[in-house]
C-alpha cells in the first residue's frame, strides 16, 4: 500500500516490545494490518533514548516525542524536563512532537498532603514543557485526565499555537470538542470508542469530523472490540478504523486516506 492508504498509529507506546525483543515482529503484524508508520510516545526519561533508537532503526516507519507524562511527574521533574530540549538539538533522530505531557488528576493519591503536592509538581512541569514547546515550535501532545479545564487553561495563558496541540485519547464529550476546536486543537481517538458505554466520545469523534480525524491505538492499553482486555499493539489500529468508519458513515479507504492525510501533515512526517 502507498502512504496515503495505510494507517498512522499516533500514539503508541513501543517499550514493552522492546524489552521483550519483539518491536520487529510488531512492526511485521502492523504492516500486514494495514498500519504504515506509527509515533512512540515518549513519558520520561527512561523511554526517549529507547524510542529515538526504534526510530534510528526504523526510519520513515516509526517515529518518537520525547516528553514527560503528568504521571512520571515527582520530585525531580525539574532535572527531568531540562532534558528534553537537548533532544532537538544533539544528534539523531529528532522527535516530531513534545509530549505526551499534561495534568492527570485521576490517577493522584487520596490523600493529602500529597495530593497537592503532586498536583503542583504537575502544573509546573507542564508549564516547562509549554514552554519549551513554544520555543522549539513543534506539535504538543497532551495527556489529559480529570483535567480539561485545567488543561485548557494553562495552554491558554501559554501562548502555545493551538493549531499544534493534539489531546491523545479523547474520551470527553461534545462540549469539550467543541472548546478545542474553537481554539484549532484537534482531538485523537483511541480504541475507546469501539466500547458500548463510550457514547460521548463518539459524539466528539462526530462532531470533529473526518477531515480532522487522528486515531491511535495508545498500546498496550485500550484494545479495542474484539480484543478488549487483552494486551493492544498497533496492528489493532485497523479495528478502530473500521469502527470509526462505520460511526462517520464513510468507506474505511476514505477514512484512511484522510486520517494519515491529517496525522502527516500535524507531525510533519
Same mark, same amino acid.
Request: charged share 20%; glycine share 10%.
Given at each position: 500500500?502507498?502512504?496515503?492508504?495505510?494507517?498512522?498509529? /499516533? =500514539?503508541? =507506546?513501543?517499550?514493552?516490545?522492546? +524489552?521483550?525483543?519483539?518491536?520487529?515482529?510488531?512492526?511485521?503484524? +502492523?504492516?500486514?494490518?494495514?498500519?504504515?508508520?506509527?509515533?512512540?510516545?515518549?513519558?520520561?526519561?527512561?523511554?526517549?533514548?529507547?524510542?529515538?533508537?526504534?526510530?534510528?532503526?526504523?526510519?520513515? #516507519?516509526? $517515529?518518537?516525542?520525547?516528553? @514527560?507524562?503528568?504521571?512520571?511527574?515527582?520530585?525531580?521533574?525539574?532535572?527531568? *524536563?531540562?532534558?528534553?530540549?537537548?533532544?532537538?538539538?544533539?544528534?539523531? +533522530?529528532?522527535? *516530531?512532537?513534545?509530549?505526551?505531557?499534561?495534568?492527570?488528576?485521576?490517577? @493522584?493519591?487520596?490523600?493529602?498532603?500529597?495530593? #497537592?503536592? @503532586?498536583?503542583?509538581?504537575?502544573?509546573?512541569?507542564?508549564?516547562?514543557?509549554?514552554?519549551?514547546?513554544?520555543?522549539?515550535?513543534?506539535?504538543?501532545?497532551? =495527556?489529559?485526565?480529570?483535567? $480539561?479545564?485545567?488543561?485548557?487553561?494553562?495552554?491558554?495563558?501559554?501562548?502555545?499555537?493551538?493549531?499544534?496541540?493534539?489531546?491523545?485519547? $479523547?474520551?470527553?464529550?461534545?462540549?469539550?470538542?467543541?472548546?478545542?476546536?474553537?481554539?484549532?486543537?484537534?482531538?485523537?481517538?483511541?480504541?475507546?470508542?469501539?466500547?458500548?458505554?463510550?457514547?460521548?466520545?463518539?459524539?466528539?469523534?462526530?462532531?470533529?469530523?473526518?477531515?480532522?480525524?487522528?486515531?491511535? /491505538?495508545?498500546?498496550?492499553? @485500550?484494545?479495542?472490540?474484539? =480484543?478488549?482486555?487483552?494486551?493492544?499493539?498497533?496492528?489493532?489500529?485497523?479495528?478502530? +478504523?473500521?469502527?470509526?468508519?462505520? *460511526?462517520?458513515? *464513510?468507506?474505511? /479507504?476514505?477514512?484512511?486516506?484522510?486520517? /494519515?492525510?491529517?496525522?502527516?501533515? $500535524?507531525?510533519?512526517?
Amino acid at each position: 500500500m502507498n502512504n496515503t492508504t495505510t494507517l498512522i498509529d /499516533t =500514539h503508541t =507506546h513501543l517499550d514493552g516490545f522492546e +524489552a521483550r525483543g519483539e518491536t520487529a515482529e510488531a512492526l511485521t503484524r +502492523a504492516r500486514a494490518a494495514g498500519v504504515g508508520a506509527m509515533i512512540t510516545i515518549g513519558t520520561g526519561s527512561d523511554d526517549w533514548a529507547i524510542y529515538r533508537g526504534i526510530a534510528e532503526r526504523h526510519a520513515g #516507519e516509526v $517515529f518518537f516525542t520525547v516528553g @514527560l507524562h503528568p504521571c512520571s511527574v515527582g520530585a525531580n521533574w525539574a532535572d527531568e *524536563v531540562e532534558q528534553i530540549e537537548g533532544f532537538w538539538t544533539g544528534a539523531g +533522530a529528532l522527535p *516530531v512532537a513534545l509530549g505526551e505531557c499534561g495534568l492527570d488528576h485521576f490517577h @493522584l493519591p487520596k490523600e493529602e498532603p500529597a495530593r #497537592e503536592q @503532586l498536583k503542583a509538581w504537575q502544573r509546573c512541569a507542564f508549564a516547562a514543557q509549554l514552554e519549551i514547546a513554544k520555543r522549539v515550535g513543534c506539535p504538543l501532545v497532551i =495527556h489529559s485526565r480529570a483535567a $480539561f479545564t485545567e488543561c485548557v487553561a494553562m495552554i491558554d495563558s501559554s501562548g502555545v499555537d493551538w493549531r499544534r496541540v493534539v489531546f491523545h485519547c $479523547f474520551s470527553e464529550g461534545a462540549s469539550e470538542m467543541g472548546e478545542l476546536m474553537r481554539r484549532g486543537a484537534y482531538g485523537s481517538f483511541t480504541g475507546v470508542v469501539t466500547y458500548k458505554n463510550a457514547e460521548s466520545a463518539r459524539e466528539a469523534m462526530w462532531l470533529q469530523g473526518l477531515e480532522r480525524l487522528m486515531i491511535e /491505538t495508545d498500546a498496550p492499553f @485500550l484494545t479495542p472490540m474484539p =480484543h478488549r482486555g487483552k494486551p493492544n499493539e498497533p496492528a489493532y489500529l485497523r479495528l478502530t +478504523a473500521e469502527y470509526a468508519a462505520t *460511526v462517520l458513515g *464513510v468507506g474505511y /479507504t476514505e477514512l484512511a486516506e484522510n486520517t /494519515t492525510r491529517t496525522a502527516r501533515a $500535524f507531525f510533519g512526517i
